[in-house]
C-alpha cells in the first residue's frame, strides 16, 4: 500500500497563496509588460500587502522566472507523456502540436508576456534562473528533435538534420503564436494547428514516388 503525504494546512495555504501570486503576476506582467509593472501593483491584483510577495518571491524578476520555469515545465511534461506513446514519428508529432496548441489558447496571458518580453532577457541566462529556464526550454527541442529522428530513421521524414527540423517547427509554431496575439481579429489559436502541420509535413515527410 502506497503511503500518501498528508500536506499540513499551513503548507496549503502557503501553496494556495503562492498560486494566487503567480495568477496576479502573470495578469499584471500582460497588460502592463515586464519593466513598467511592481510588486505593488502585482500585491493589489493579487490582494495581498506588499511585503507578503516579497516572503515568497525576493524580487520581481524572481517571480517573472518562476512564471516562465513552470510554466515551460508543465508543457515539457505533457509533451514527455504523449511522447511516449508507440506510434510513428509523424502521428506523434501530430499529437505534441494539438497538446501545444491547446495549451497555448489557455495561457495566452502568459504567451503574451513570454513572446514579448523574451527577447529583453538574454543576459539572464548567465543568472541560474536564466539557466534553468533554458535549459528546459532545450529540453522540448531534444523532446522534438528524438522523435524526428526516428522518424528519419524509419524513412517517415527525408533525410534533413534533425535538429534543423526541430528547430524550424518550433520556429513556425512561434510565429503563429506571436500573429494571434496581435491580431485585430480574435479567433482560437486551435483552428491554426491544420496549416502549421502542412507546412512543416510537406517540407519533412517523405513521399514515396509512383513507378
Given at each position: ?15 494556495a497563496h503562492r498560486e494566487e501570486i503567480l495568477l496576479a503576476a502573470e495578469k499584471v506582467f500582460a497588460a502592463k509588460g515586464f519593466f513598467p ?175
Amino acid at each position: 500500500m502506497i503511503k500518501v503525504e498528508k500536506i499540513s494546512r499551513k503548507k496549503r495555504e502557503y501553496l494556495a497563496h503562492r498560486e494566487e501570486i503567480l495568477l496576479a503576476a502573470e495578469k499584471v506582467f500582460a497588460a502592463k509588460g515586464f519593466f513598467p509593472s511592481t510588486m505593488s501593483d502585482i500585491a493589489k491584483e493579487a490582494e495581498f500587502g506588499t511585503g507578503t510577495l516579497y516572503k515568497y518571491f525576493k524580487s520581481k524578476e524572481h517571480l517573472y522566472f518562476t512564471l516562465i520555469n513552470e510554466k515551460v515545465e508543465e508543457i515539457n511534461r505533457l509533451v514527455k507523456t504523449e511522447l511516449s506513446e508507440k506510434t510513428s514519428a509523424v502521428e506523434r508529432i501530430k499529437r505534441v502540436l494539438g497538446l501545444q496548441f491547446e495549451f497555448v489558447g489557455r495561457n495566452r496571458n502568459f504567451f503574451r508576456i513570454y513572446i514579448s518580453e523574451w527577447n529583453r532577457f538574454e543576459w539572464t541566462v548567465k543568472d541560474e534562473l536564466g539557466k534553468i529556464i533554458h535549459e528546459k526550454m532545450m529540453t522540448y527541442i531534444e523532446l522534438i528533435t528524438r522523435v524526428i529522428r526516428q522518424g528519419v530513421k524509419d524513412r517517415e521524414f527525408k533525410l534533413i538534420d534533425p535538429v534543423d527540423l526541430a528547430h524550424g517547427l518550433v520556429g513556425v509554431v512561434n510565429s503563429f503564436i506571436f500573429e494571434w496575439l496581435i491580431s485585430a481579429q480574435p479567433y482560437p489559436f486551435v483552428s491554426k494547428l491544420d496549416t502549421v502541420l502542412k507546412i512543416f509535413l510537406k517540407g519533412a515527410q517523405r513521399t514515396e514516388r509512383r513507378r
